[in-house]
T-cell receptor
Framework: KQEVTQIPAALSVPEGENLVLNCSFTDSAIYNLQWFRQDPGKGLTSLLLIQSSQREQTSGRLNASLDKSSGRSTLYIAASQPGDSATYLC???????????FGKGTSLLVTP | GAVVSQHPSRVICKSGTSVKIECRSL??????MFWYRQFPKQSLMLMAT?????????EQGVEKDKFLINHASLTLSTLTVTSAHPEDSSFYIC??????????????FGSGTRLTVV
C-alpha cells in the first residue's frame, strides 16, 4: 500500500523567505506525482505535475523535484508572499489504476 | 484549462434525508471520476472510482448502499448520501480524469461540497 508523508505538517515564515516542503512515498512504482494547493474550505488547485521519468518541473516561483528511487519530492517556493498561505498537498498516482494517494499536507503561513 | 464544476458548495440537511452532489467536467470528457472525503486537518481519502457507464469501484470500508455513485455520462457523476447521519458531515471533493489523457495531464478537482447533517 502506498503511504505518502509530508513534512513539516505546519510552517510559518516571514514574507520573502525561500522555503522547501517535503513529500515522501513508500512505493517507488509511481506513474506521476502532483502538488496541489488548497485554500480553507476550497477545492484543490494543481500546481505542478511531474511524470515518473522527469526530475523536476518549474512554474514561476515554484519548483518541484522528484527522486523516484528514494521516494522523495520537494516543492521549493521562492520569495514567499502572504498570498502563498494555504495547505499544500502532495499526491502520488500509482502505476496500476488511476487513483491518487494523498499526503496530509503542509499548512503554510506567510506573515507580512 | 480543464474545469470541474461541483454543486452544491454547501448543504445542510436533516438526519435521515438524502443529499445529491453533482460533479461536472465543463470542457472535457471524463471517462473516470473520483470521489474523496476530507476530514478537518486530514488528507483526502478516496471513497470510490466512477467509470462512465459502469458500476463504481468502492474503497474498502466505504458503504456502497450509503454512498450511491452514478456516472451516466462522460461529463457528469453524482454522489448521493442516503439516510444521512451527523457522522456523514464532511467535505466531499470530486476529481475528473480527462479521457484524452496524455503524459502532461493531471487530474482536475472540483471546489468541494461542505455537507452538514443536523
Amino acid at each position: 500500500k502506498q503511504e505518502v508523508t509530508q513534512i513539516p505538517a505546519a510552517l510559518s515564515v516571514p514574507e520573502g523567505e525561500n522555503l522547501v516542503l517535503n513529500c515522501s512515498f513508500t512505493d517507488s512504482a509511481i506513474y506521476n506525482l502532483q502538488w496541489f494547493r488548497q485554500d480553507p474550505g476550497k477545492g484543490l488547485t494543481s500546481l505542478l505535475l511531474i511524470q515518473s521519468s522527469q526530475r523536476e518541473q518549474t512554474s514561476g516561483r515554484l519548483n518541484a523535484s522528484l527522486d523516484k528511487s528514494s521516494g522523495r519530492s520537494t516543492l521549493y517556493i521562492a520569495a514567499s508572499q502572504p498570498g502563498d498561505s494555504a495547505t499544500y498537498l502532495c499526491a502520488v498516482r500509482r502505476n496500476s489504476g488511476y487513483a491518487l494517494n494523498f499526503g496530509k499536507g503542509t499548512s503554510l503561513l506567510v506573515t507580512p | 484549462g480543464a474545469v470541474v464544476s461541483q454543486h452544491p458548495s454547501r448543504v445542510i440537511c436533516k438526519s435521515g434525508t438524502s443529499v445529491k452532489i453533482e460533479c461536472r467536467s465543463l470542457d472535457f470528457q471524463a471517462t473516470t471520476m473520483f470521489w474523496y472525503r476530507q476530514f478537518p486537518k486530514q488528507s483526502l481519502m478516496l471513497m470510490a472510482t466512477s467509470n462512465e457507464g459502469s458500476k463504481a469501484t468502492y474503497e474498502q470500508g466505504v458503504e456502497k448502499d450509503k454512498f450511491l455513485i452514478n456516472h451516466a455520462s462522460l461529463t457528469l457523476s453524482t454522489l448521493t448520501v442516503t439516510s444521512a447521519h451527523p457522522e456523514d458531515s464532511s467535505f466531499y471533493i470530486c476529481s475528473a480524469r480527462d479521457s484524452r489523457e496524455t503524459a502532461n495531464y493531471g487530474y482536475t478537482f472540483g471546489s468541494g461540497t461542505r455537507l452538514t447533517v443536523v
